[in-house]
T-cell receptor, first 112, second 115 residues
Framework: GDSVTQMEGPVTLSEEACLTI???????????LFWYVQYPGEGLQLLLK???ADDKGSNKGFEATYRKETTSFHLEKGSVQVSDSAVYFC???????????WGAGTKLIIKP | NAGVTQTPKFQVLKTGQSMTLQCAQD?????MYWYRQDPGMGLRLIYY???????DKGEVPNGYNVSRLNKREFSLRLESAAPSQTSVYFC??????????????FGPGTRLTVL
């Protein structure tokens, strides 16, 4: 069945460092791909998405490119801030009921 | 615009007790979802309602029941709580599915502890 695999956390970086959080997926067909972010004590919110191969989603300085050849959707940011500390979830959707299949989440800690 | 609201925020139950988690959305969304979030396991879908009047099981439905009371409200009931149901519960809603896929909007969560 469909699945999403994310790199394990926590990922700890210093402020202004470069970030990559890996996400790979298994799915037939052409799923849509998403990154959601969960700040401490809050619910999840959509960060960015891509709906077809080679699409690049971007928001708040974060980017992710839909790579069908490697079945990946890695999240990147050139210079992280303390306020980026959160848990990041990769997800895919496919099928008529548009359920989301979720990765386990990656906790990101940014130190000043 | 309140978005998705959930009550209560925190709850402690004893094994065997029952309770209902409430969820409401004011965005006129057709689809609503209940998830549980456990450490290291991400989100797992318990039940969902694709539209008013319909409900379907998700990945982990055992021990739960749901009611789509109307388009706005989707409740989750634990009939006889067990320690394994200690978790954080999130309700979400989404627009009518379209070509761009579902953007789900989440409530703030309910932290449930079963002793």
């Amino acid at each position: 069945g469909d699945s999403v695999t994310q790199m394990e956390g926590p990922v700890t970086l210093s402020e202004e460092a470069c970030l990559t959080i890996n996400c790979t997926y298994t799915a037939t067909g052409y799923p849509s791909l998403f990154w959601y972010v969960q700040y401490p004590g809050e619910g999840l919110q959509l960060l960015l998405k891509a709906t077809k191969a080679d699409d690049k989603g971007s928001n708040k300085g974060f980017e992710a490119t839909y790579r069908k050849e490697t079945t990946s959707f890695h999240l990147e940011k050139g210079s992280v801030q303390v306020s980026d500390s959160a848990v990041y979830f990769c997800a895919l959707s496919r099928g008529s009921n548009y359920q989301l299949i979720w990765g386990a989440g990656t906790k990101l800690i940014i130190k000043p | 615009n309140a978005g998705v609201t959930q009550t209560p925020k925190f709850q402690v139950l004893k094994t065997g007790q029952s309770m209902t988690l409430q969820c409401a959305q004011d965005m006129n969304h057709n689809s609503m979802y209940w998830y549980r979030q456990d450490p290291g396991m991400g989100l797992r879908l318990i039940y969902y309602s694709a539209s008013e009047g319909t409900t379907d099981k998700g990945e982990v439905p055992n021990g739960y029941n749901v009611s789509r009371l109307n388009k706005r409200e989707f409740s989750l009931r634990l009939e006889s709580a067990a320690p394994s149901q200690t978790s954080v519960y999130f309700c979400a809603s989404s627009e009518q599915p379209g070509t761009s896929g579902p953007k789900q909007f989440f409530g703030p969560g309910t932290r449930l502890t079963v002793l």
